[in-house]
C-alpha cells in the first residue's frame, strides 16, 4: 500500500485564486486594498524567507502589503509603539509579528497588544476565547489549514476519531477547537501522554504537530488512516544543492501504511500562507461592514 498525497501546495493555489477574486470585489466596492503589516525583529534567515513570501503573496493577491523589519535589540516599548501605531492606521487591517521573537520581548505582552480585529494570526487571547466558544472570528491560519486539507479528502468528517499530537497554542489547541466544531471525536496527546503510539493507532486521522522529527513511525499509524504532517525541520542532506533538507514530524516510511498523508515540503506550509490572506480578507471586510463570504 502507498499512501495517496494530499497535495497542500495545489489546495493553497486554489484558495489564493478565490481569495484574488475576492479580494477585486473588495476593492470595487470599498474602493481600497485590504492591507496587512508584517513585522519581523531580528534577523533569522528562515523568518525573513517566511516574511518576503508573505508580502509577496499578498501583493499578487491584490493586497497592500507592508514590512517592517526591526533591529533585535529593538526594545520591547519600540515595539509596542509600532504595534499601537498599525493599530490606529486605518489603511491596515492585518497585522503579523513574526515569531519567535528574540528573548528580551515577552510575546504573549506583543500578541495582546494587537488589535483583536486585526490579529490575522488568529492568537489574540480575544480570538482563541471566541474559537473556543465555538464562535471563532480570526482562527490561527495553520490549524485552518490543516482542516481544509482533512476536508479535502473527507468532506464530511463527523464523528471521524482524530488524534492531534501535540498542544501549542499556535496550532495544537486551536486545531482541537476546530475538529471539535466540525463534530470530530478528538483527543489530544502531548509530552506527558501515555501510550500516544496506541492513541494513534486507534484514530482515524492524526494530525503530527509535536514538533519532533519523525516522531510518528508505521507502527502508530493503521492502515488506511489519514496522516497530516505539521512539522518542518531543516536537516543537512549532502544530496541536495543546498546541502540541507526538510522533514517533518511523520517518518515518510509511514507512506506505507497510510491511506493519505501530506507532503514536507508541500503540505501544510502553502495553506498557511493561504489562510493568513484570507484572514487578511476577512479582517478587512468585518473593518468596511461588507458580509464575510465563506472560501
Not at 485590504?34 to 533569522?44: C, F, I, Q, R
Not at 509600532?82 to 497585522?95: A, H, K, M, P
Not at 490549524?143 to 476519531?161: A, E, T, Y
Not at 501549542?168 to 477547537?177: D, F, K, M, Q, T
Request: proline share 6%; aromatic share 4%; with cysteine.
Amino acid at each position: 500500500m502507498t499512501a495517496n498525497t494530499i497535495d497542500g501546495k495545489a489546495q493553497a493555489a486554489r484558495l489564493l485564486e478565490q481569495v484574488t477574486s475576492q479580494t477585486t470585489e473588495f476593492v470595487a466596492s470599498s474602493r481600497r486594498k485590504p492591507g496587512l503589516a508584517v513585522v519581523l525583529v531580528g534577523d533569522d534567515p528562515a523568518s525573513g524567507v517566511y516574511v518576503r513570501s508573505k508580502k509577496a503573496t499578498a501583493e499578487r493577491c491584490g493586497m497592500a502589503s507592508s514590512s517592517h523589519l526591526l533591529a533585535a535589540s529593538t526594545s520591547q516599548e519600540e515595539l509596542l509603539g509600532l504595534i499601537n501605531r498599525l493599530n490606529g492606521d486605518e489603511s491596515i487591517d492585518g497585522i503579523l509579528v513574526q515569531l519567535p521573537l528574540p528573548g528580551h520581548i515577552d510575546s504573549q505582552t506583543i500578541i495582546q497588544a494587537i488589535d483583536p480585529c486585526k490579529d490575522v494570526d488568529g492568537f489574540h487571547p480575544v480570538n482563541t476565547g471566541l474559537l473556543f466558544q465555538g464562535r471563532p472570528q480570526l482562527t490561527p491560519c495553520t490549524p485552518l489549514g490543516c482542516l481544509h486539507l482533512l476536508k479535502s479528502v473527507h468532506p464530511n468528517p463527523v464523528g471521524m476519531r482524530v488524534l492531534v499530537i501535540g498542544r501549542s497554542n499556535i496550532v495544537g489547541r486551536p486545531l482541537a477547537a476546530l475538529l471539535l466544531s466540525h463534530d470530530c471525536t478528538v483527543t489530544i496527546a502531548h509530552s506527558r501522554s501515555r501510550e500516544t503510539q496506541q492513541l494513534a493507532r486507534e484514530a482515524e486521522v492524526v494530525f503530527a504537530a509535536a514538533g519532533v522529527p519523525r516522531l510518528v513511525k508505521p507502527d502508530w499509524v493503521s492502515e488506511g488512516a489519514t496522516v497530516i504532517d505539521v512539522g518542518i525541520h531543516r536537516i543537512e542532506d549532502q544530496s541536495k544543492k543546498s546541502g540541507y533538507g526538510l522533514i517533518g514530524d511523520v517518518d515518510p516510511s509511514v507512506a506505507g501504511v497510510a491511506g493519505w498523508l501530506t507532503p514536507v515540503p508541500g503540505g501544510v506550509g502553502p495553506m498557511t500562507i493561504a489562510y493568513l490572506l484570507s484572514n487578511t480578507l476577512v479582517a478587512a471586510r468585518a473593518r468596511t461592514g461588507l458580509a464575510t463570504q465563506d472560501n
